[in-house]
């Protein structure tokens, strides 16, 4: 006996049954789940190319694939060869299963394949051929060049209705490079079976196999095929029954099962689709609302399975803005076993106020024109501030004083306003009379003297004048006399300059301001 067991290999998802028109009771194999290892190459499993022989039912002739292929324009066809786009290795294996009639048992399986191949020079051509038959290796043989050959196995005990069968042969070339060539190729190979009647007690029944498939939503579990196998006297055989593969994740896939049979019942196979659609998550996205504070912001959520799970990790949350006014986070959820989903959040930032801080001024005494000692107001960002009454005004009682800040980032930051009361008190003392605005031209030669008067009522004197006089932001070659308070020199420069002159005597000082304008000396005059 040259196979001791019966079992039926399934290792393909499609089946493909290949026979002939005979006539009715002919003594007829049936070829049965024809596949190939490498799709596309080297054998070819298309039913019109490996079929039943038309002139003998019991014969498969298989095919090979041609041409190139299209992504390495490497050879198709079952061959190997040191030329430019050929393979140096080529290696298949066509598998199918071999069924005899009703009534008979396979009493012989005959594989014979030819081909050609050469030489040239220093080269090489090997390979070899070698075949499961019913779960039993055995080699085919090996060649060099020639890889025609031809093998019988013979099951005349064994009473086999099925015969698994799997055909491996590879090919190899080898050539140095510009010092030879070579190679070697399958043109034709078939497998021919020839049956034998089973004796009446040798005759096997056909169990009742009911096998159902799945539909469902994906929940996290595996599912697979369902199924009973019964003997013809109702006993339960559905411990021979092999459900195949179960599968979890959508889409599911292929169960392909199998009966294993015994001494009383024929082996079967099948399959059945294990279908699992894909989940609905429950997502939750939120956006954001808030005030301008220089970081990012977006939007926020959640995705939650079928069991509870955390799906975060499939939940894109969009784009995050930090300027005003924020914009849309277009979210996007997509997975295995979930369905997609997209929306859209309102990511609203708006505008931030700058905060103020003035100080409470001391309080001035009546004449006193203000400075950056009471115009000192700061924000906590960047920008301009616009005081009024303005810088250098001379107050004569007390009043309020406001600002009005403009930032530089006007985008993210409204304007600001503030203000504080500053005390003004009566003057007896003296004061510097404000000479009011001046003109001059550059080159002019200027004499500007500055006077003092007395609130007290007293007549300017000499002594009245007993102190010293200072100046700040003079035009460019103009001083101040601190003894007497003139102003002399040329201008050099045009511009407008805000001019301040101070006046202390006996520790107390007095103030003034005003504008000096400066200008350009027109082409042609002269000094």
Known sequence: MFFESTRLWVAGLAIAVISSAAPAGAQQVTFTNVRDAVPSKFFNPAADSTRVDPADPNTLQIGFESGRDSGDFRDDEFRASTEAFGNRVAMDTLSFNIVAPPGYYISSITYE?????????????????SWIVGGEPAHLGFFRSDPTLSRTATFSDSRLTVVPVSITTSLFVFAPVTSGEATVELTSAKVVATVAPLAPSDVKKTAVIVVSGYSGTYDGNAHGATGTATGVNGEDLSGLLNLGQSFTDAPGGTANWSFA???????????????????????????????????????????????GENLSGLLNLGASFTDVPGGTANWTFGGTNYNPASGAAAITINKATPILTWPQPASITAGTALTGVQLNATADVTGAFVYEPPLGTVLAASRQLSVAFTPADTVNY???????????????????????????????????????????????????????????????????????????GRAT???????????????????????????????????
């Open 113 to 129: 394949q030819t081909g050609a191949g050469s030489i040239i020079r220093v080269a090489d051509a090997r390979g070899g051929s």
């Open 414 to 488: 409204n304007g600001a306003t503030a203000t504080v009361t500053i005390t003004v008190t009566a003057n007896t003392g003296l004061q510097i009379v404000n000479p009011g605005p001046q003109t001059d031209t550059v080159g002019d030669d200027v004499r500007l003297r500055l006077r003092l008067s007395d609130n007290s009522a007293r007549t300017g004197s000499g002594k009245d004048r007993d102190g010293v006089f200072a100046a700040t932001g003079l035009p460019p070659g103009l001083g101040i006399d601190d003894a007497d308070g003139e102003i002399r």
């Open 261 to 307: 049979g015994n001494a009383g019942y024929n082996a079967a196979e099948g399959t059945a689709a294990i279908t699992i659609d894909r989940a609905g998550a429950v997502i939750a996205v939120a956006g954001y609302a808030g005030t301008y504070d220089g970081a990012a912001h977006g939007a926020s959520g959640t995705a939650t399975g079928v069991n």
């Open 493 to 527: 420069t045009a511009g407008l300059y805000h001019v301040t002159v101070t006046f202390t005597k006996k520790g107390v000082t007095v103030s003034t301001q005003f504008d000096w304008t400066i200008l350009s000396r027109s082409k042609g005059s002269k000094d």
